[in-house]
């Protein structure tokens, strides 16, 4: 199916029905083609015309992180020792590349076309989909809350709000990427109450039982799971916090993404058998 903007000219391709990723009452979020096919993207796309002023906001609002992700990267640049090593913000969200408003038959509604920064679409899974079919392990554990503190000390850095929804998050477990797909509010929860949600989606996410190491981090995130421990709490101290006790725990080193079926039991890691 071609999408066309209101002047008639086309934009891209979806398929309706297998391109669906997730809809709600005021979204629909597809998988997209470039006309000629060669380039893979996200299109969010409102209920109806209602909806247009949060897909204008969201545009806004992408395009302003992506500035601030880029002024940070060449700051970094000036300071770092190691000559590859960048802060990556821009991994944490999709990048705007066009935002219009559809055609008669589609309701005149704005669409957003999004990518993602050195990513390949087709590699991510919802986070909701896994965490429906799978359990993981801790250390697979500790780098999705750390991406997810990570993405929170950047956004109280550029003052963006954000209500944290475990729906509105995909990964690509084998390069260990996350990504924050809704900006389309000016709506926010405190930055605690953000690290609570987080932690408590990660604690019941997680396989039971195991080392001493790994029940201390249990015990880390139930702390962290409790609103009168994170009030005073941001995303950059949660973020220290969390990689002060890797370090200690296990080291800073990379860990294939690890899960188990749900129904079967058995173990897997995603570097020789495939999820979802």
């Known amino acids: 199916m071609i999408l066309e903007d209101r002047e008639g000219t086309a934009k891209c391709l979806i398929d309706p029905i297998n391109g669906l990723l997730s809809k709600s009452d005021l979204f629909r979020l597809y998988r997209a083609k470039s006309l000629d096919e060669s380039q893979s993207y996200l299109l969010r796309i409102p209920s109806d015309a209602s909806g247009n002023g949060r897909m204008n906001y969201e545009a806004s609002t992408l395009s302003r992180l992506k500035e ?24 944490l969200m999709p990048v705007l590349v066009d935002s219009f408003i559809s055609s008669e038959d589609q309701g005149y509604r704005q669409m957003n076309l999004l990518s993602i920064v050195d990513g390949n679409i087709e590699d991510y899974v919802p986070l909701s989909k896994l965490i429906e079919s799978y359990k993981i392990d801790v250390k697979s554990a500790a780098w999705v809350l750390g991406r997810f503190f990570k993405l929170q000390s950047f956004l109280e850095m550029c003052d963006c709000p954000l209500q944290f929804r475990a729906d509105q998050v995909i990964l690509d477990p084998q390069m260990h990427r996350v990504v924050y797909l809704d900006w389309s509010s000016a709506k926010g929860c405190s930055w605690g109450e953000n690290i609570r949600r987080e932690a408590e989606l990660v604690l019941e996410w997680i396989k039971d039982g195991g080392t001493e190491h790994e029940d201390e981090f249990r015990s880390m995130l139930a702390y962290l799971a409790d609103p009168q421990n994170v009030a005073s709490l941001n995303g950059a101290s949660a973020h220290a916090l969390l990689y002060r006790n890797i370090d200690s725990w296990w080291g800073h080193k990379y860990h294939p993404f690890t899960y188990s079926d749900r129904k079967t039991g058995v173990w897997h890691q995603v570097q020789n058998a495939p999820i979802c």
């Open 68 to 91: 601030i992700s880029d002024r940070t990267e060449v700051e970094f640049a000036e300071q770092r020792k190691d000559p590859d090593a960048r802060v990556h913000y821009d991994w």
